[in-house]
């Protein structure tokens, strides 16, 4: 409507003289908007207590005390200048105090006006009583609310962290309660610790589940926030400055949600002077761009080629698996850096055997480079610090450099390996990598059986998705799966001598993906039931849970996928500098551990194994420990002084050169 919003009025018609025509047409001035009506001291007072109400229950229990002190007052001045009898009984009021005493005992307390002697005063104490009920009753229900309210604040985790020296984790993921499982054991020797968690989750949930998943943190306070990890106002609520280590994990919104998390600390701390920053990313380019732009002061994890270089060692070699959860978990023998001033210009064969206690697997120079395995006639320089396997850092005693016992076996006993075929089931982002480091573990000659299940990826199997790898030493050929049971036991009782099954991780669930890895490995052990060698098994579980239900299906070694990498990732928290470690073992070009033939070692007769590093030290290897056959255990850093008779089926656990 075209004056639905403006009032307009007709102007008077010219004077005449005016020198001007009249107009025939009334003219429209514009008075503006309409005058809104003056509130009236009602609405008034609703909008002042609608205000007053969405500033908080504190407010208005701040108005209904003065109502109370005004009404208490009123009544004590009516008390006092009427001087009103009876009051207690008694005869009237001395004092205005005394009338204020009394109107405040009839406000706090229904009962006080019983006493009251004459009828005046009776109605006086009773009005003043029923302004106390209702004010007294709202004041209640308003502390009640307030207190509910702040309660409901804390349940959503949003207050200010006050811990200092503590491992700060950032975003939600399955691997959190195993990292928060290795830090309370790697706190275990600490009074007070802490770890503080900030995620974009509900903290009753993230309280709830760890609380399931770790219910004893022994003397470690778990500390959970609810909040953004990329927003650095939520990193100053929990206190990031105060962090002596920050684990990101990737969650939902993966390497991004990484990435943004890591710039936010950087925003706050840009030199990441104050903690030392573990970071999970699937991306290698991501993982190198971060780790370059941050100068090296970011450590990066990529899950798949841990679990993948794992996995392949595994399969390649029985105990292994135990062996790098051994060097991983912080539950026994763990790797140390130790400053050994005593070694300056000794051998590294004679630093092998002057720890009695601990075995040496290399050195880290002043440089930062370490060298895992040198040459037995390398010497220790100055600033060098020697790197160990040892039960705790306290452990690591200089017992003196020994002469080197005598040899019983001949080190120029040659160790070949036969070529091997190994049938692979499964497929995912981890098969090239496994494909890969199978290639260069196993012997030229040897050849690999994929099985896929067309309906379980989303490629043909002609050009799978990731691509299959080039290999060198093995034979690489695919299989059409899914056709059930008694094909898969068909081919697999043709004579293998290694199997790894692989978790589907996509399309279908963790849970789905396990299950379906049980029912395969079933099918394996009904295959290999009764073949005279059986071939050994490697299976990849996503899930922890679901491993103490696949034991019984003959698997040798399990590969959890979560667990390895949050192992590493918990070592890391602690001791940034074991990355180099880990980088050197994981390099293609570096050292790696193996399981060798004991003959090559020791004689088959009682021997210390000071003399079993000795032999290991003349073909250019580090021991530092052996497995049993009969019995699968596998012995991690035992005394140099300690007897041990191996058989010709028992193996050696070695360092040394691809």
């Known amino acids: 409507m075209v004056n639905a919003e403006k009032r307009r009025r007709t102007a008077a018609p010219l004077k005449p003289g005016s020198g001007k025509a009249p107009s025939s047409l009334p003219v429209a001035v514009d008075d503006g908007p309409p005058q809104r009506p003056a509130p009236t001291l009602t609405a008034q007072a609703r909008y002042r207590f609608d205000l007053a109400l969405s500033r908080g229950p504190m407010v208005v229990i701040g108005y209904l005390g003065v109502v109370m002190l ?105 691997r959190l309660a195993t990292i928060l499982a290795e830090l309370v054991e790697a706190n275990d020797n600490l009074k007070r610790a802490a770890v503080v968690v900030l995620a974009a989750v509900p903290k009753d949930e993230m309280e709830d589940e760890l609380r399931v998943r770790v219910p004893d943190t022994r003397n470690t306070r778990v500390v959970c926030r609810t909040g953004d990890p990329a927003s650095p106002a939520d990193l100053a609520m929990v206190n990031v400055r105060g962090a002596r280590s920050i684990v990101v994990l990737a969650g939902d919104d993966g390497d991004a949600g990484v990435v943004k998390a890591v710039l936010a600390v950087r925003s706050i701390d840009p030199l990441f002077s104050n903690a030392h920053v573990v970071a999970e990313l699937d991306n290698p380019g991501h993982a190198a761009t971060l780790r370059t732009l941050t100068e090296g002061r970011i450590v990066t994890i990529q899950a798949d080629e841990i679990i993948a270089e794992l996995t392949a060692q595994a399969c390649h070699q029985a105990g292994l698996a135990a062996v790098f959860r051994e060097l991983l978990d912080f539950d026994g023998d763990e790797i140390y850096f130790t400053p050994v001033p005593e070694l300056d210009g000794a051998t590294y064969r004679d630093a092998l055997l002057a720890f009695e206690a ?10 930062g480079v370490v060298e895992l395995n040198p040459p037995a006639e390398a010497t220790f320089g100055p600033g060098f610090e020697i790197i160990t396997v040892a039960e705790d850092d306290d452990k690591v005693i200089f017992t003196g450099i020994v002469e080197p016992p005598a040899v019983a076996v ?75 049971p008694e094909a898969l036991m068909a081919m697999a009782s043709s004579g293998y001598d290694q199997a790894i099954v692989l978790g589907y991780r996509h399309p279908v669930p963790v849970s789905e993906a396990d299950a379906r890895t049980m029912l395969t490995l079933l099918t394996l052990d009904k295959a290999f039931h009764g073949l005279e060698v059986r071939p050994r098994i490697v ?46 073992l994981f390099d293609v070009e570096g050292a790696f551990i193996s399981l060798h033939p004991a003959p090559l070692y020791a004689p088959g007769t009682e021997v210390t194994f000071a003399e079993i590093v000795t032999a290991a030290s003349h073909r250019g290897q580090t021991a530092f420990g052996w497995r049993v056959a009969d019995t699968a255990e596998v012995v991690v850093n035992p005394p140099k002084s300690q007897r041990v008779v191996l058989g010709a089926s028992d193996q050696v656990l070695v360092l040394g050169a691809r």
């Not at 006050?162 to 399955?174: A, I, K, M, Q, R």
């Not at 601990?358 to 440089?367: A, F």
């Not at 899930?543 to 698997?555: E, I, K, P, S, Y």
């Open 410 to 484: 001949d080190p120029g006993l040659a160790f070949t390996e036969e070529p091997q075929r190994v049938i692979m089931i499964g497929w995912s982002d981890l098969g090239p990598g496994v494909l890969r480091e199978l290639d260069e573990f196993l012997a030229a000659g040897s050849s690999i059986d994929l099985v896929v299940d067309p309906a379980l990826v989303v490629s043909d199997l002609d050009d799978l998705h990731p691509p299959l790898p080039e290999t060198v030493n093995c034979a690489l050929s695919v299989h059409r799966g899914g056709r059930g």
């Open 358 to 367: 601990c075995s040496v697997l290399g050195w880290i120079r002043p440089d």
């Open 70 to 174: 005004i009404i208490i007052a009123l009544a004590s001045m009516v008390i006092w200048a009427l001087q009103l009898k009876g009051v207690n009984g008694g005869g009237p009021i001395g004092s205005p105090f005394d009338a204020f005493w009394q109107a405040l005992l009839r406000v706090v307390d229904s009962g006080t006006f019983a006493a009251d002697a004459t009828w005046p005063t009776r109605l006086l104490g009773l009005l003043i009583t029923i302004a106390g009920i209702f004010l007294a009753g709202s004041l209640i229900g308003l502390i009640a609310t307030a207190v509910d309210q702040q309660i409901q604040e804390l349940r959503k985790g949003r207050s200010t962290v006050l811990e200092d020296n503590h491992t700060l984790v950032l975003g939600w993921s399955p």
């Open 539 to 584: 299976a990849e579980m996503l899930d922890r849970a679901n491993v103490a239900v696949a034991q019984t299906t003959g698997v040798e070694d399990f590969i959890v996928s979560d667990e390895l990498s949050s192992l590493m990732m918990a070592q890391l928290s602690e001791r940034l500098e074991l990355h180099k470690v880990f980088d050197e």
